[in-house]
């Protein structure tokens, strides 16, 4: 491509880049963003209250290692409004607002730093946990959460939508950091605590960086102070440079560790035989002073007598930085599969055989138990009795009198728990009750759906109970002219449907239609006209 045709391009693509930053500049409501933030951004009681709610929540959760309970911590934390406010004043050069964003964080920090030590002084609990452990310096992935987290809490604060949620992981971010050098500064540890107050910092100046692009490519700038001058923006910037400073030293130590450890990692088995050794165990440590500590475990087919020290000083030589190094040789054997499957087979036949079937025995038993403990906490409804037998993987359950559970209801749960334990035979048998009643169409003599469901139901608890014989008792009501002149025909015509459903299957029904002529109005004032729609079965 010609370079001034190149040129050209270039020209086009930064006048549609500033285009569309216009654009979305022209979107916001500049003034109220601002007016907004800075009410935010002030310390109030209610901000050191929250904040002190919020890191006393996370030091429990930390001692506990809960992640749950720290997460829980997060969601009240109210840090999200002070560094909003320090990322827009830098944005807009407004050095009264940064003033009082930094004073809020400060206060905050004191505050949340004072109810740690107490809790940690206060609590039992002193030992580092995995959840304080993993809170002791910055990692790339800490960097990360909080960029993406300032520029989230920018976007939110600039559209005024999902600023509480988004303020969520600012604190995931912050707190526990913070709260992490309460707890070095109470026992006593000083690389805990400026390791967490290091990351506390780094993420904080994160934050507030992002906040500050973002805020910019919306358009926020110096003319949005009401006291702007050159000498003021001039303090404003070597204020931005001086908090980018650690920021940069994060960047730099963490780029520094990342690519250390892959250099070391790729090194080890340098000295040895290609495609006879490999790394077993490997770790890192990079303390702020002295030599970088690598333990390492090599397993290899041959021992190698100097290794460790030709490797220590090659891997100083190539980090650039004095290496401590130590160094395990493990002897694995080509054959050595082999031989474990020869004296496998010696044991067998052997007098560890017996013991070997023992321990076998006793691990079966204790699955089996296992498994019938599941199976039996799986069942919801009170038990009268239970058989279980974990050989042959069958279990009865016979349900208790209860008026919570249908019959419905019963078959449900049966079904529910054969479906969890696919490979047993499960069989619940309900207490014994009167079979809910099959319901009938207003002058119908069919099963519709919702009657077939309630027999099957009924066919399912007539088999748990093992009756082979019943009684179908039809009903008729006296609502409408027809049903008045034939009911007694009626009521047997729907004991007959519902008869031969049963016979189908096996159980002996005898149809009985029954309509108390002289009694009848009477019953339906007391029991309503619809009982009078159904048939019930009674089993002999």
Request: glycine share 6%; aromatic share 8%; hydrophobic share 50%.
């Amino acid at each position: 491509m010609p370079f001034s045709a190149f040129n050209t391009t270039a020209d086009t693509t930064r006048r549609k880049l500033r285009l569309g930053i216009k654009q979305l500049a022209r979107r916001v409501n500049h003034e109220d963003v601002v007016e907004h933030v800075r009410e935010e951004g002030q310390l109030s009681g209610r901000y050191i209250f929250m904040t002190v709610m919020s890191c006393a929540i996370a030091m429990l959760g930390l001692l506990l290692s809960s992640p749950a309970v720290i997460i829980g911590a997060m969601l009240i934390s109210p840090l999200m409004g002070p560094i909003m406010l320090m990322g827009f004043s830098l944005s807009i050069l407004e050095l009264k607002s940064l003033r009082q964003a930094v004073f809020s964080m400060f206060c905050g920090v004191l505050a949340a730093l004072a109810i740690s030590i107490a809790i940690v002084k206060l609590s039992p609990l002193t030992e580092a946990t995995s959840e304080i452990l993993a809170r002791t310096r910055p990692n790339f992935f800490d960097l990360l959460v909080a960029v993406f987290s300032g520029l989230a809490g920018g976007y939110a604060v600039i559209h005024r939508k999902g600023e509480t949620i988004v303020g969520v992981a600012i604190a995931t971010a912050l707190m526990p950091p913070l709260a992490v050098t309460g707890y070095g500064i109470a026992v006593g540890s000083w690389p805990v605590a400026s390791g967490a107050f290091f990351l506390f910092m780094t993420n904080l100046l994160a934050i507030a960086l992002s906040v500050t692009v973002l805020s910019r490519i919306y358009g926020f700038g110096a003319e949005h102070s009401p006291k702007h001058t050159i000498w003021q923006s001039g303090l404003i910037f070597l204020v931005f440079g001086a908090l980018s400073l650690p920021l940069g030293i994060a960047l730099r130590d963490i780029a520094f560790e990342a690519s250390s450890s892959a250099t070391i990692r790729a090194q080890l088995l340098g000295p040895f035989p290609e495609n006879q050794a490999r790394i077993g165990d490997f770790a890192v440590a990079f303390p702020r002073e002295g030599a970088i500590r690598v333990d390492a475990t090599i397993l290899t087919t041959s021992r190698v007598p100097d290794a460790e020290q030709r490797m220590q000083s090659d891997l100083s030589e190539k980090v650039g930085r004095m290496v401590e190094l130590n160094l395990d040789q493990v002897i694995v054997d080509a054959d050595e599969n082999q031989r474990n499957a020869e004296l496998l087979q010696m044991a067998e036949s052997s007098l560890a055989a017996p013991l070997r079937a023992e321990i076998s025995r006793v691990e079966n038993l204790a699955l089996a138990q296992r498994s019938e403990r599941e199976i039996r906490n799986a069942v919801s409804f009170p038990l009268a009795g239970a058989d279980i037998d974990a050989d042959t993987n069958k279990a009865t359950f016979f349900a208790a009198p209860n008026s919570s559970f249908s019959i419905a209801a019963y078959r449900a749960i049966e079904a529910g728990i054969a479906t969890n334990f696919p490979e047993w035979q499960v069989w619940v048998v309900p207490p014994v009750q009167e079979l809910p009643l099959i319901v009938f169409e207003e002058g119908g003599e069919t099963l519709n759906d919702a009657a077939l469901r309630t027999l099957d139901d009924s066919l399912w608890a007539l088999e748990h109970w093992g009756v082979s014989q019943v009684e179908v008792v039809g009903y008729a009501s006296t609502a409408g002219a027809l049903q008045r002149f034939n009911n007694q025909a009626l009521a047997f015509r729907r004991a007959d449907a519902v008869a031969q459903r049963l016979l189908q299957e096996g159980i002996d029904a005898q149809p009985v239609g029954e309509y108390r002529a002289f009694r009848q109005e009477e019953e339906e004032r007391v029991l309503g006209y619809q009982r009078f729609q159904t048939v019930l079965i009674r089993p002999f």
